[in-house]
């Protein structure tokens, strides 16, 4: 089965864009950090305190190796291509997008919302050090690189779709996909 996995730091838009590219592959989407939720019966903030990170991190390994074999769309933590062997893993099991936003624009949407650990014990500065040293990593992993600065959700689905399309993977076309 090819899995479609989306990556990048946390506020680049992978939940949204994988919904809506849901929608017009016809694939199912899962959001890794809500899996990882559901499976452990407490929150990402609980798990931190709880196990700490570098568990949460093979947590998010686990996943990758043993969630369902189908073809479907999977947002990933912003922390999961930081792992070798989890680039390896997505990279030999599906195409990797990468959703290049800039730290502006991040910093806009994480920057409320408290429900990320890692925002919350965290400065602008320190963020945006964790965004430059990911970076490399997400680059690394992906098969594309999705430039998102000016772009709608909708452009950027059309462009994901179209090279899932053009490299006949498992998607179904749907008939007004595109269509504006």
């Known amino acids: 089965m ?8 946390m506020g680049c838009g992978k939940s949204a864009i994988g919904r809506r590219l849901s929608y017009v592959v016809k694939m199912p989407f899962y959001d890794m950090d809500q899996e990882i939720v559901k499976k452990m019966g407490m929150s990402i903030a609980e798990i931190f305190e709880t196990y700490g990170e570098e568990r ?3 947590m998010e390994t686990e996943f990758l190796q043993t969630f369902r074999d189908e073809s479907c769309i999977i947002a990933t933590g912003g922390g999961v ?3 070798k062997v989890n680039r390896d ?3 030999s099991t599906g195409l990797v997008f990468f959703l290049n936003a800039p730290f502006q624009n991040i910093w806009q949407r994480i920057a409320k919302p408290k429900k990320r650990p890692i925002v919350q014990r965290s400065t602008r500065a320190g963020l945006e050090s964790l965004y430059e040293e990911r970076k490399p ?3 690394a992993a992906a098969h594309f690189k999705v430039e ?3 772009r709608t959700l909708r452009e950027i689905t059309d462009y994901i779709s ?6 006949k993977w498992d998607a179904k076309p749907k008939e007004t996909a595109g269509k504006k």
Do not use: W
């Open 137 to 139: 990593a997400y680059l």
């Open 89 to 91: 893993i997505m990279r």
């Open 2 to 9: 090819k899995k479609v996995y989306l990556i990048g730091y």
């Open 162 to 167: 179209f090279q899932i399309y053009r490299l």
């Open 148 to 150: 998102t600065k000016n």
């Open 81 to 83: 291509p930081v792992r």
């Open 56 to 58: 949460f991190r093979e």
